[in-house]
Every structure is written in C-alpha cells, then in structure tokens.
C-alpha cells in the first residue's frame, strides 16, 4: 500500500510540474502574441548550409526571455545557409525561419542563450536582428568548432555589404 501510494504521489508531482510548464509556455505565447509573423522563406535549391542546432530565439540582451510565438522557441536539429538575401534556418521537426539581411544588426559568439550553455566560450554563434520593432538574439550551435569562425565571418560580411 504505501509503495502504490508513494507512486501515486510521484506521478502527481510530475503531472503537476508538467502541467506548470505547460501553462507558462501557452501564457509566454499569449503575453507574445502581438509579434507579427516572419518574413516568408524564399525558395532555394540545394540546401549547402552550416549543420548544428538552432537553440532558440530570446529577446536581445536577455538571454533567458525565450521567444515562444512562430516556434522561435523550439529548439531543433538545422542547417544555416547564408546568403545575399538572409539567413535561413533549415529546421528539422519545425518550421523554416528566415531572417532577411536588412534586419540583420550584429553577430558574435557567445557561450550561452536560453538555457544552452557550453563549455567553450565561443560555442555558439549569435545573430542579432530586428523584427517587428523588437531587438532579437538568435543562437546557433554548428556542429563542427572549426565552422563557428567561418560562420561568424560570412555574417559580418553579410551584415556590412547591407550597410
């Protein structure tokens, strides 16, 4: 009896830490609802991109306000394309996000956002843009070290031919 009990009480307290993150994440999209939605991703060929793993989107400068509308939130298996136009995040399991050049402000590399940290202080590249009057961070883990520099420059040059 107490085992059936002592189960029934773990289950409840799961239930009940799920049911929480779940109620925060619905009120985190309500509270974001007014974004406008994201520029449409144009059509491309072959995708040639970075591989690695599109972290998340956060409001710029706070790391840990994930943006939870328009999936900016979900983290997921991607490949980076740069080119003229933008930035595209090819997503696996989400949807396409698109960031086009004219909105593209800065780039650095940084060792966390939104609840990924690595170890190495350069881990993750960062994109800073502007969308819909709001300042935004989008953070990309490549897969491979070496691709973070080569990365991050391409971008720069990206952001400076615009400008």
Request: hydrophobic share 40%; charged share 20%.
């Amino acid at each position: 009896m107490k085992t059936a009990l002592g189960i029934l009480g773990t289950l409840l307290v799961i239930g009940g830490g799920w049911f929480g993150m779940y109620r925060g994440w619905r009120n985190r999209k309500a509270r974001q609802a007014d974004l406008a939605p994201l520029p449409p991703v144009p059509p491309t060929g072959k995708i040639t991109g970075v591989e690695g793993v599109y972290v998340a989107t956060t409001t710029a400068g706070d790391w840990m306000d994930r943006i939870a509308v328009h999936e900016l939130g979900v983290r997921s298996n991607a490949d980076l394309d740069v080119s003229p136009a933008g930035l595209i995040f090819h997503r696996q399991g989400a949807t396409d996000v698109f960031i086009p050049a004219d909105h593209l402000t800065g780039v650095r590399t940084d060792r966390g956002i939104a609840g990924k940290v690595t170890a190495e202080a350069s881990g993750l590249v960062v994109v800073s843009w502007n969308h819909d009057g709001r300042e935004l961070d989008t953070g990309f883990r490549p897969r491979r070290k070496a691709d973070a520099a080569g990365l991050t420059e391409s971008i720069s040059t990206l952001i400076g031919a615009e400008q």
